[in-house]
């Protein structure tokens, strides 16, 4: 039988060997010539009730919403994706996927949230994805 105390030195090992795995990772060093930047990519879904999202309708949202935003630049591709809806729903359905890389800033931050919520709001989405990871990147 345990005792109180081997249950507690068990407990404690356990999060001891834990702990550490929570740890935030150090910071990679970049090269010379790269800088520290966010390489995010956006899935949008193009199903909706009236019709999928159109070629044209994609084009006029990234002139109008992504270019003025990411006017630096940005790079799209065609991809066709599954997810699960609110109410438990799977859909599969074409999409398109946006990655841009950016400074790791509030502006680029709010950039990004407007974008995904204007698609949400223009093409009654119930959700997009968002992917981001720190990078090192040169120009």
Same mark, same amino acid.
């Given at each position: 039988?345990?005792?109180?105390?081997?249950?507690?030195?068990?407990?404690?090992?356990?999060?001891?060997?834990?702990?550490?795995?929570?740890?935030?990772?150090?910071?990679?060093?970049?090269?010379?010539?790269?800088?520290?930047?966010?390489?995010?990519?956006?899935?949008?879904?193009?199903?909706?009730?009236?019709? /999928?999202? %159109?070629? *044209?309708?994609?084009?006029?949202?990234? $002139?109008?919403?992504?270019?003025? =935003? &990411?006017? #630096?630049?940005? @790079?799209?591709?065609?991809?066709?994706?599954?997810?699960?809806?609110?109410?438990?729903?799977?859909?599969?359905?074409?999409?398109?996927?946006?990655?841009?890389?950016?400074?790791? /800033?509030? %502006?680029? *931050?709010?950039?990004?949230?407007?974008? $995904?919520?204007?698609?949400?709001? =223009? &093409?009654? #989405?119930?959700? @997009?994805?968002?992917?981001?990871?720190?990078?090192?990147?040169?120009?």
């Amino acid at each position: 039988m345990m005792t109180m105390f081997g249950y507690r030195t068990i407990s404690l090992l356990a999060l001891a060997a834990i702990v550490p795995a929570c740890a935030t990772p150090a910071k990679e060093t970049c090269a010379p010539g790269e800088q520290r930047v966010v390489d995010e990519r956006l899935y949008f879904g193009t199903g909706r009730a009236k019709g /999928d999202v %159109t070629r *044209e309708e994609w084009d006029d949202f990234l $002139r109008v919403e992504v270019t003025k =935003r &990411f006017a #630096q630049g940005f @790079t799209v591709w065609q991809a066709y994706g599954q997810w699960r809806t609110a109410d438990g729903a799977i859909v599969r359905e074409a999409t398109y996927v946006l990655n841009l890389v950016h400074p790791d /800033d509030q %502006t680029s *931050e709010t950039a990004v949230g407007d974008i $995904r919520e204007r698609y949400r709001t =223009r &093409f009654d #989405q119930e959700s @997009t994805m968002r992917v981001r990871h720190a990078v090192c990147a040169s120009f």
